[in-house]
């Protein structure tokens, strides 16, 4: 069975440090994969998403993740973060040639001054 | 371009009340999904459409809840009656292809809330 895993439930960061929210998911074969951000009280937002090609992939506001295969692990990353990063970042699964998605418990990021 | 609109953004009611959501999918939007989010359980698919016809409904809680595509711009899902353990927020979410690789695009939810 298709499972997505986000080990980290909260995150702290200052502002202007660097940020990796993790993911792992299981599946037999490279699904596609997304992540999303939900600021309170909003709905999720794509951020970024990956199918197929470069590992690496850019998403808005800053935002990069990496597709590691051989880790079945696809990492959310900030250089530097902003205060107005903080929100709940969820990271989703979408096996490829279904319809849905599965989703993580998400990550709740903090950001101090 | 107008995004998923969900309606009403809050509701209030008492156990034992219908209670209907709305939902208006992004114009030629194929597919259509309706979540769940709470503290306990997270983001939860209820159920989904493609072109308006349900495909999955396990999510379904149970038969207390329903949901309806009578058409591709409105989806409804309906509580009768509710209790306060389906106090949550319901997402809405329409996505473009029924199949492929196209992302899920979500509405901001309604708070719900059975006293």
């Known amino acids: 069975a298709q499972s997505v895993t986000q080990p980290d439930i909260h995150i702290t960061v200052s502002e202007g440090a660097s940020l990796e929210l993790r993911c792992n998911y299981s599946?037999?074969?490279?699904?596609?994969l997304f992540w999303y951000v939900q600021s309170p009280g909003q709905g999720l937002q794509l951020l970024l998403k990956y199918f197929s090609g470069d590992t690496l992939v850019q998403g808005i506001k800053g935002f990069e993740a990496e597709f590691k295969r051989s880790q079945s692990s696809f990492n959310l990353r900030k250089p530097s973060v902003h205060w107005s990063d903080a929100a709940e970042y969820f990271c989703a699964v979408g096996p490829t040639g279904a319809n849905n998605l599965f989703f993580g418990t998400g990550t709740r990021l903090t950001v101090i001054p | 371009d107008a995004g998923v609109i969900q309606s009403p953004r809050h509701e209030v009611t008492e156990m034992g009340q219908e209670v209907t959501l709305r939902c208006k999918p992004i114009?030629?939007?194929?597919?259509l999904f309706w979540y769940r989010q709470t503290m306990m359980r997270g983001l939860e698919l209820l159920i989904y459409f493609n072109n308006n016809v349900p495909i999955d409904d396990s999510g379904m809680p149970e038969d207390r809840f329903s949901a309806k595509m009578p058409n591709a711009s409105f989806s409804t899902l309906k509580i009768q009656p509710s209790e306060p353990r389906d106090s949550a927020v319901y997402f809405c979410?329409?996505?473009?292809?029924?199949?492929?690789?196209?992302?899920?695009?979500f509405g901001d939810g309604t708070r719900l809330s059975i006293l």
């Open positions: 979410a329409s996505r473009e292809e029924a199949w492929g690789n196209q992302p899920q695009h």
């Open positions: 114009s030629g939007h194929n597919s």
């Open positions: 599946y037999g074969a490279t699904p596609y």
